[in-house]
Nanobody
Framework: QVQLVESGGGLVQPGGSLRLYCAASISIFTFDAMAWYRQAPGKEREYVAIISSGSSIYYRDSVKGRFTISRDNGKNTVYLQMNSLRPEDTAVYYC?????????WGKGTLVTVSS
């Protein structure tokens, strides 16, 4: 059973930074891909960044140049470094993993960008 646990969310002022963590219960080396999604109040969930097993990386346009996704296979953890945060980045951020054709999700961590 794959379990994903996110952490690192919180309240930050506009222009600030946060680093999100997604810890997996099994080796992430075996995952086909891992991703970060977010869901703002009243909006649909949207993808933020994805990193494949071959370390190909993709970002949604609105976070390019500000967010960085990375992985540490030894720690079974995927990170999302978020810089220059904006109020519109406020959302619950979810970690997702694709493993043997199945999608697994964490419970999310709340990021609030506000002065």
């Amino acid at each position: 059973q794959v379990q994903l646990v996110e952490s690192g969310g919180g309240l930050v002022q506009p222009g600030g930074s946060l680093r999100l963590y997604c810890a997996a219960s099994i080796s992430i080396f075996t995952f086909d891909a891992m991703a970060w999604y977010r869901q703002a109040p009243g909006k649909e969930r949207e993808y933020v960044a994805i990193i494949s097993s071959g370390s190909s990386i993709y970002y949604r346009d609105s976070v390019k140049g500000r967010f960085t996704i990375s992985r540490d296979n030894g720690k079974n953890t995927v990170y999302l470094q978020m810089n220059s945060l904006r109020p519109e980045d406020t959302a619950v951020y979810y970690c997702e993993a694709n493993y043997h054709g199945m999608d697994y999700w964490g419970k999310g961590t709340l990021v609030t960008v506000s002065s």
